[in-house]
Structure formats: structure tokens, C-alpha cells
């Protein structure tokens, strides 16, 4: 019990001094940039000086013992994991796009706020204090000696294992592409080098955590990756607050400043330039339609006109600049009617959506009463596969097997969400003080006079821009419809779109940096544990040493980080919708057979298999036959709900099958019952 309070006191002590040195890092940059220090340079120094203290915890925390590498010896005390759980869960999707979704999205958005936290009670009530209890290493540990074990001399644990595996991969490396990619945007953008040089560098960081150190270099960064991340986040939002409601609070400042966001939302909807501009983008639709309702002979006609401009500039000695505009042209233009038909309707959906009405940012399912209800029943189910998803996350429920005993399990469930609160809480408020900011600093401005930090953004990225501004109707004056900006970035330009110093830009982006790492360490570590330990060691060499187990284990994290790293660097998607497709999984497939392990002794090994085979092919396949970028067709959903929220049908289906398979087959073993019986019973 003494070493215990000496060793948290120890933490205390170490994370006290480290904040104190972070904070004076700031300062110490914040005065090297009014002598003039360029932006670049403090890019590079906030970047691999967070890069390098991460990499220096992981060379310090390095171990080759089993408890420490898989479970960091299960002494982190509550109020440590949580904060380590936090870091874990405030992931790149949270940091970087959930206000960039609000933005966008408005009322819709709180989906994700509501469904994440409230997934995170789900873990609290339902599933972590009873996978401390049971004190093994990972999930599909629990749901293998749950559903078999040494009762089941058939092997039928060892199946439940292996499609536990199987769902822990598959969930963690589609989370891992979106953390990874997160990391090469933050890169690309704060120190100028390219989006797929800036993955790998900060691979290397996630690497030297994890791979030296396991889950105790994880739980350890974690911790000083979550004091960057409030500080990082807090810090606009109360400028913000400050800037627009004379109140530094945020959550308080929200409530007074949307009513001017209302009210500056209805004067940019009745100026007739702006309606000008969405008329153009409806009348682009319109050409795209037809383009597409001619197809194949649109193509090739649009490729012979492109052409044909390309020799007219040519043949008149154009300017350089003009010959290779209608080069550039040519070249873009679709190589078959095949990708005609994609990139025209792409291009048609985003003019439709850039014609439409602006959508006020406080009203719930706006528009007509059936377009409202698609809408309302799309958010109860994004919050339904969210809430069940979070519970059923393998990086997150990992962490239940670190504490010292069940109490502190439950314990730092609370820490956690009070450390997420820190930051969810926000996150709204902030998304209304950055719109409110740029309907009122930005829209109605001279294009001669536009915000440096524009060009910055608009460079970011030149293939697919993440923010730009074109003067649609000629006008010389910025319109609200004019300005396209992608969710991921909005957080990261919210200190330059504020007016806030360059270093506070900076800081964002090693908050961002923090979230995407933190994230990536946990799963990554999932994925390698579950090859090494349930596939290897438990199925194919259970006399494995445990130095053979732990460097096997490193091997695996090592291939499957890369692997994961080069599908990032294709750019696969935004981050929330790859996200979102991992918390539908992972509630198909995990989540009943976690539940009903704990709370229900009947349910059998043959229910098991059952329900997470059908859980999760029902998922996938409504994400194939709906998702348009996986090539299905959104006319093929069920009650018009969104791909994303494919769990709402895959959780019920699996939950189903489980029933009846488990009522039509022997009950369990005496031997499993009793093990239920030990989880549940309360702790002494």
C-alpha cells in the first residue's frame, strides 16, 4: 500500500514538472516569434520536440516483460488511467473534425458528441469493471475463455478467439488509416514537407512508444499526451469566447452567441448576391445532369473540345500560362466515360449542396416533414452505433486490465469522462464561436483584402483543397457559398481565423499530433497483441518464452504500422466517415457477444460464432450496397439510413442470432456458468 502511494506520488511529481516545462516551452517560443522568428521554424520546433519527448518516454518505459508490455504491470493508479484513457479515446476525429462537423453539419453534428459520450457510460455500467475482474490481456482472451476455454475440450473457445481477432483487426486498422492520415495533414501543413513524408515521420513516433515500450510506454505518453491536448484546445476556444461574448467560458459564451449566429444566418440568407451565387452552382448541377444523361457521347464531345482548345491556343501563340492551363485541362479531364460518370456525379452532388438554402445552425432536421424524419432517424441511429460501438472498442477496453483492482477500474472510468467532458463539452461551443467569426469577419469582404491565413490553407493541399474561395459571380465580394472548407481543418486554422499569435497555431497542431498519436499507439497495440498473443501463443505455441512473445508481438505491430501508414498515404476518405464505419463494426460484431457474456449464462459457443458472423456480415454488407465510394447505390438503403449508421441493423441481427442459436443448442458448461458468476458477483 506504501508503494503504491510513493508511486503515485512519484507521477505527481514527474507530470507537475512536465507541465511546467511545457508551459514555459511555449513562452520561451511565443517570445522567439515577436523577435522574429518565421513560422516555419516554429512549425519544425513544435513538431519534433513533442515527436521527441513521446520517443524519449517510450526509450525510457521499454520493457520486454509480458505484464508490462500487454497490461503496464496493472498499477496505474485511476486518475492516471484516465487521463491515459482519455488521451486514448480523443482520437484525431474528436481533436481535429468534430467541430469542423458541427460546423458543417450543425444540430446533426451533436450526434457524435452524444453517441461517443454516452458509449462511454455503456463501458462503465456494462463491461469494464468485469474485464478487470477477469485479468487476462485482451478481448478476445475474455471472449474465449467466456464462450469454451478449458470447458470446451472441442475448441470451440479457440473459434470465438480467432473471430474475435478477426473483428479486432479489422475495427482497429480501419481507425488506425484515419489517425495516420490525421498525423500527415497536421505534418504537411506545420512543417511544409509532403502529406506521405509527413505520415511516415510521424509513424516513427507511434513506433517508438509502442514498439519499445508497449502498453506501459503507451499509458505513459498517453498521460503527457492529453495535458498537450486540453491545453491545446482550450486555449483558442476561451480566446474565442473572450473575442465575440466578453466571457472566457466557452460552454457559457455558446448559449449568448447563438442567437446572433441566428440572426447573422438570416441576413446572408436574404442578400440577393448570395442567392446569385447558389442560382450558378444549381444551373452547374443541371449541366452536370445533362452531361451525365448523354453519356457516352458527352464524354467523348467534352474530350474533343478540350482538345480542340488546347491546339486554338497553341495555334494562336497563347501565353505560356494559358497553353498550360489548357494542358492542365486536358489532362484532367476523365480518361473513360467510366470515371465521367463518377467525377461528373460527384461534381454534381457537391454543386447541388453548395445550391441549397443555408441550413441554421440550431434547428434540428430541417425541411419538409419527410426529409426531417430521414434526418431525425439518421441521428438516433449514428447515436446508437456510436454508443455501442465505443463500448465494444478492443484499444479502449484494454485499458480495464491496467489498474490495480476492480475499484480503481471503475474509478478511472470517471476520471475519463471527466477529462473527455473536458474537451466535449467544448467542442460544440467552439464550433459556433469559429462560424459566427468567419460569417461576420470573412463573408462580405473584398477579395483584394482576404485573411493571409486563406492562401495558407488553400496551399495545403493543391490536389483536393482543404479550404478555398472563388469569386463565383464576379463581384469582387466574398459569399458565403463561395467558401469551401473541408471539416478536418477547421481546428487547425482556428488560431490564425482568430487572429491568435502563430505559436498558438502551432500548439493546435501538436494537440492534433497528440490526439492522432495517442490513438494510433492503442490500436496499433490492439492489433499486434491479438496476432501475438490469441493467434500465436494461444493457438499455435503455447510453450512460446515470453521474451519469443513480447519480440513477436513488436515484429507484428512493425508490419501492420506500415501497412497501415501506406493506406493512409492514398487518402481513403475524411476521417470521420472511416471513424464512423469502425464503430459500426465493432458494435456488429463485439458488442452483443461481450453483453450477453456478462449478463446472460445460457448464451452458448455456437451463439457466439453465430451472432458475430451475422452481426458483422449484415454490416458489410449494407455498407457495400449503400456507400456510393465502396460501389453501391444510396437508393439501396433500408429506411434511408446513411452507411455509416450500418450497426442499427447489424447489432439487432446479431443479437437475434445469438438468441436462437443459443436456445437451440446444449446449454453451457457448468464450468462457464460459474465464471460468469465470478465476474458478476461483487467485489469483496
Not at 10 to 18: A, I, K, N, Q, V
Not at 80 to 97: E, K, Q, R
Not at 184 to 194: E, H, N, Q
Not at 344 to 368: C, F, K, M, V
Amino acid at each position: 500500500m506504501k508503494a503504491a502511494r510513493t508511486f503515485r506520488q512519484r507521477l505527481r511529481s514527474y507530470y507537475l514538472m512536465f507541465t511546467a516545462g511545457f508551459a514555459g516551452f511555449l513562452v520561451s517560443l511565443a517570445v522567439l516569434e515577436q523577435e522574429g522568428m518565421s513560422r516555419i521554424w516554429i512549425g519544425y520546433l513544435f513538431m519534433f520536440s513533442t515527436i521527441v519527448l513521446y520517443a524519449t518516454i517510450g526509450v525510457i518505459s521499454r520493457t520486454s516483460n509480458v505484464l508490462e508490455y500487454y497490461v503496464a504491470g496493472r498499477r496505474v493508479p485511476a486518475v492516471f488511467n484516465g487521463m491515459a484513457t482519455a488521451a486514448d479515446w480523443i482520437s484525431a476525429a474528436s481533436f481535429i473534425s468534430l467541430a469542423g462537423g458541427l460546423y458543417l453539419r450543425g444540430f446533426d453534428g451533436l450526434a457524435y458528441i452524444m453517441g461517443w459520450t454516452g458509449g462511454y457510460c455503456l463501458v462503465a455500467l456494462l463491461i469494464a469493471p468485469y474485464l478487470r475482474k477477469f485479468s487476462q490481456y485482451t478481448i478476445p482472451d475474455f471472449l474465449a475463455e467466456r464462450y469454451g476455454g478449458a470447458a470446451n475440450p472441442e475448441g470451440g473457445g479457440n473459434v470465438v478467439r480467432l473471430l474475435a481477432v478477426a473483428a479486432t483487426i479489422i475495427v482497429s486498422f480501419t481507425y488506425v488509416v484515419a489517425q495516420i492520415y490525421a498525423v500527415g495533414l497536421i505534418a504537411s501543413r506545420f512543417t511544409g514537407v509532403d502529406f506521405s513524408v509527413g505520415i511516415f515521420l510521424g509513424l516513427a513516433s507511434i513506433l517508438v512508444c509502442s514498439f519499445l515500450g508497449g502498453m506501459r510506454g503507451i499509458t505513459w505518453t498517453q498521460v503527457a499526451q492529453y495535458i498537450i491536448i486540453v491545453v491545446a484546445f482550450l486555449i483558442p476556444a476561451v480566446w474565442l469566447s473572450a473575442k465575440h461574448s466578453d466571457n472566457p467560458i466557452p460552454q457559457l459564451a455558446y448559449g449568448k452567441l447563438l442567437p446572433k449566429l441566428s440572426a447573422r444566418e438570416a441576413v446572408l440568407q436574404a442578400d440577393p448576391r448570395e442567392a446569385e451565387v447558389r442560382a450558378i452552382f444549381r444551373q452547374r448541377a443541371d449541366d452536370y445532369e445533362q452531361r451525365l444523361q448523354g453519356l457516352p457521347a458527352s464524354w467523348e464531345a467534352g474530350r474533343l473540345e478540350v482538345q480542340h482548345k488546347l491546339d486554338k491556343v497553341k495555334h494562336r501563340n497563347a501565353s505560356l500560362l494559358e497553353i498550360r492551363s489548357a494542358e492542365r485541362a486536358l489532362i484532367a479531364y476523365p480518361k473513360s466515360a467510366e470515371e465521367a460518370e463518377r467525377v461528373w456525379s460527384e461534381a454534381r452532388t457537391q454543386a447541388l449542396t453548395r445550391s441549397e438554402p443555408i441550413t441554421p445552425h440550431a434547428t434540428p432536421y430541417p425541411g419538409d416533414p419527410a426529409s426531417s424524419d430521414i434526418k431525425r432517424n439518421n441521428f438516433l441511429a449514428l447515436v446508437f452505433c456510436l454508443m455501442l460501438g465505443t463500448a465494444a472498442l478492443p484499444h479502449i477496453l484494454m485499458r480495464s486490465y491496467t489498474t490495480p483492482n476492480v475499484h480503481e477500474a471503475r474509478t478511472s472510468v470517471f476520471w475519463t469522462l471527466f477529462f473527455i467532458l473536458l474537451i466535449y463539452l467544448t467542442i460544440p461551443a467552439l464550433a459556433v464561436l469559429v462560424k459566427y467569426d468567419i460569417y461576420s469577419a470573412l463573408v462580405g469582404i473584398d477579395y483584394h483584402h482576404l485573411p493571409n491565413w486563406v492562401s495558407y490553407w488553400a496551399n495545403v493541399d493543391k490536389l483536393t483543397p482543404l479550404f478555398s474561395i472563388s469569386d463565383i459571380n464576379h463581384d469582387g465580394i466574398v459569399q458565403l457559398a463561395e467558401i469551401t472548407i473541408d471539416a478536418d481543418v477547421l481546428v487547425l486554422a482556428t488560431p490564425e481565423i482568430a487572429g491568435l499569435p502563430y505559436v498558438i497555431s502551432g500548439l493546435v497542431a501538436a494537440g492534433g499530433l497528440a490526439a492522432a498519436l495517442s490513438t494510433a499507439d492503442g490500436l496499433l497495440l490492439a492489433i499486434s497483441n491479438a496476432l501475438s498473443h490469441d493467434v500465436y501463443y494461444k493457438t499455435v505455441d503455447r510453450s512460446a518464452s515470453t521474451q519469443k512473445r513480447v519480440t513477436i508481438s513488436k515484429l507484428l505491430l512493425l508490419g501492420v504500422a506500415f501497412v497501415a501508414a501506406y493506406t493512409a498515404s492514398q487518402k481513403p476518405g475524411d476521417i470521420l466517415s472511416l471513424v464512423g464505419a469502425a464503430f459500426s463494426l465493432a458494435a456488429s460484431t463485439l458488442f452483443p457477444a461481450l453483453v450477453l457474456g456478462v449478463f446472460w449464462k445460457r448464451c452458448t459457443t455456437q451463439g457466439a460464432v453465430a451472432g458475430m458472423l451475422t452481426g458483422f456480415g449484415v454490416c458489410v454488407y449494407y455498407m457495400l450496397h449503400t456507400n456510393p465510394i465502396l460501389g453501391g447505390s444510396s437508393a439501396a438503403q433500408w429506411f434511408h439510413i446513411a452507411p455509416i449508421s450500418a450497426g442499427i441493423f447489424g447489432v439487432p441481427a446479431g443479437i437475434l442470432s445469438m438468441i436462437v442459436v443459443s436456445l437451440c443448442t446444449p446449454a453451457p458448461a457448468p464450468a462457464t456458468i460459474a465464471l460468469v458468476d465470478y465476474i458478476r458477483a461483487p467485489e469483496q
